[in-house]
């Protein structure tokens, strides 16, 4: 039970033990890295895995030079988009089956149609936001997929909303995550950063609320 614990920790806390998992896997880290961002964007069953903490701590260890600034850029950046792409197909192809079954208690087909109108109204800057959302980010391509958002539409906001999370939070790390009262408040650094990537998203709902208010 210990052994289960200490390894869930660690999963959980990756961000914390990059730099030893670089120093017993060396250039397999990348592989590794790409796993966990694909895991964390792929499959709605494993929303708790480290995203924007991991993306920073790999850029910072990147300024050290631990790791290539530019093989974690394009590795995570594909690592992220073929995530919400396979999320997105699972939606699309096994979600909708979901929501027809007879007895389901909780997937209506009320609920589809209502994220199919969500989609076609808030679709494109839906994707590119919840990138920067935990939680949000594993969710939105699968709800893309239920809704049958088009797919072109959808590949072009993934890639765009992929390479844009990726580039912000390693770069930040990149340039910022070494330098002493940031290291010392990396919790607050990642929180901060979270509220400004969904500022957007939250002016947006407000916009929306009050439009509601005066109709």
Known sequence: MKLLTNLLDFILHLDKHLSIIIQNFGALTYA??????????????????????????????????SLNIWILLIVLAASAILGDTINYGVGKFLGTKMFYKTNNRFLKKEYLDRTRR?????????????????????FAPFVAGVGKMNYFKFAFYNILGGILWISIFILGGYFF???????????????????LSILPMIIEAWKHFKKKQQN
């Open 32 to 65: 590794i890295l790409f796993l966990i961002i694909f895991a964390e964007t792929g499959f709605v069953v494993t929303p708790f895995l480290p995203g924007d903490s991991l993306l920073f701590a790999a850029g910072s260890l990147a300024a050290q030079g």
């Open 177 to 195: 995550g070494n330098i002493p009262i940031v290291k010392r408040n990396f919790t607050i650094v990642i929180f901060v950063i979270i509220i």
């Open 118 to 138: 969500f989609y076609e109204k808030y679709g494109n800057k839906t994707i590119v936001l919840a990138r920067f959302v935990p939680i949000v980010r594993t």
